[in-house]
């Protein structure tokens, strides 16, 4: 059975990282087409070349200041003659990226059947998070096996009159820890905590990500007012905000936290030193989907900065808690959790509701069924 994956960003390669080696690995009955579209270059280079993994397509879309539809177009037309000329069994192609939506276009329109790895993820609001929420919508509606993460995902897309071919499978993000972190301990932890010695070791660490358009502007404001609000309160806390490169994001984070002796902004982390730095932190801070369900995997308890999340699971296991962009909140639930350690206790040791690292065999005993 041929299989083409299709991915450009960081965060699809990482959660496709141990499918695509657990393909190889059963090489008896699968062959491998990996498809990568340029958008994160150097990133996703980097992480395939870590793990040996060899880019058979390069589609090289990018270019300056393109938007979601060039990069729709670019897929699409670049893509759609690749798929016609190998012909794969099935396309799989990773959550809700404009690439992935791409992808599914392309393999409908050549009648090649496709399998969506995290399907179902909702917030029912289709400006939050955007585009985001309309191509997951469009690529469930379209593909042919849909491997949801969790129960809720499959009811989601029961609600939409989505039944059939609907697999709870776990997310692969587990998986994708369970691959990683052994290399980051081995090969990467040495060079981080000397890249990272003014962290104190007898002082919690905050770790805070916020990035999402729906948190410019004046709940960004509120967000970073809670930062300095926290880092005042507790001196004996150090908070870590790698600093999002988007102006929207860097400008006011730097004009509003400099000089907070207890706040260190620094430059975006990749993937390696992130999980290294989950590890590391008492509690984690974020509007990231992605950190959502990367968190109760190391135990860590963790505030979401939005009012709403397609990844409820860990809200109503009792791994995290919405606390939106208030200020008030933001503050009061991070000091409750400083200072509660039975609270802290509890919300660390939830079950991981995301699943329990098996997700890349489940689905691929799927495919190899189909």
């Excluded at 135990?299 to 009792?318: C, H, I, S």
Aim: hydrophobic share 40%; net charge neutral.
């Amino acid at each position: 059975m041929k299989i083409l994956v299709v991915f450009g960003t960081r965060p699809e390669a990482i959660k496709f990282l141990p499918l695509i080696q657990a393909i190889k690995e059963r090489h008896t009955s699968f062959s491998l087409q990996v498809c990568t579209t340029g958008q994160h270059r150097e990133l996703v280079d980097q992480l395939l070349a870590d793990f040996e993994i060899r880019q058979d397509h390069d589609l090289d879309i990018m270019r300056p200041n393109q938007t979601s539809v060039d990069i729709m177009e670019s897929t699409l037309r670049k893509l759609t003659p690749l798929l016609l000329k190998e012909r794969p069994d099935w396309v799989l192609v990773q959550g809700d990226t404009t690439s992935a939506l791409a992808g599914t276009l392309a393999a409908f329109y050549s009648q090649i059947r496709v399998g969506h790895v995290e399907a179902g993820l909702r917030t029912w609001n289709k400006a939050a998070p955007f585009p985001e929420e309309i191509n997951r919508v469009l690529i469930d509606h379209t593909c042919d096996y849909r491997f949801a993460p969790t129960e809720i995902n499959r009811e989601n897309l029961k609600k939409e009159g989505i039944e059939k071919d609907v697999y709870v499978v776990g997310n692969t993000i587990v998986d994708a820890i369970h691959t990683v972190l052994p290399l980051v301990e081995k090969k990467f932890a040495g060079s981080f905590e000397s890249k990272y010695s003014f962290l104190d070791a007898e002082k919690k660490l905050i770790l805070a990500t916020t990035h999402r358009r729906e948190n410019f502007g004046k709940p960004l404001l509120n967000i970073l007012g809670a930062f300095k609000q926290i880092a005042h309160t507790h001196r004996d806390v150090q908070l870590v905000l790698p600093v999002h490169p988007n102006p929207a994001v860097s400008t006011v984070a730097r004009e509003q936290l400099k000089g907070v002796p207890n706040i260190f902004l620094v430059d975006p982390l990749g993937y390696y030193e992130f999980l290294w730095m989950m590890k590391r932190c008492y509690l984690l801070l974020t509007d990231s989907g992605g950190v959502q369900e990367e968190a109760p995997t190391f135990g860590k308890p963790l505030l979401v900065l939005r009012e709403t999340t397609e990844r409820g699971e860990g809200v109503a296991a009792g791994a995290a808690k919405l606390v939106g962009a208030s200020c008030d909140k933001i503050v009061g639930e991070t000091t409750y959790l400083l200072k509660d350690t039975s609270s802290y206790d509890a919300m660390s040791k939830v079950p991981n509701p995301y699943g329990d690292g098996t997700s890349c065999k489940q689905i691929l005993d799927l495919l190899e069924k189909s």
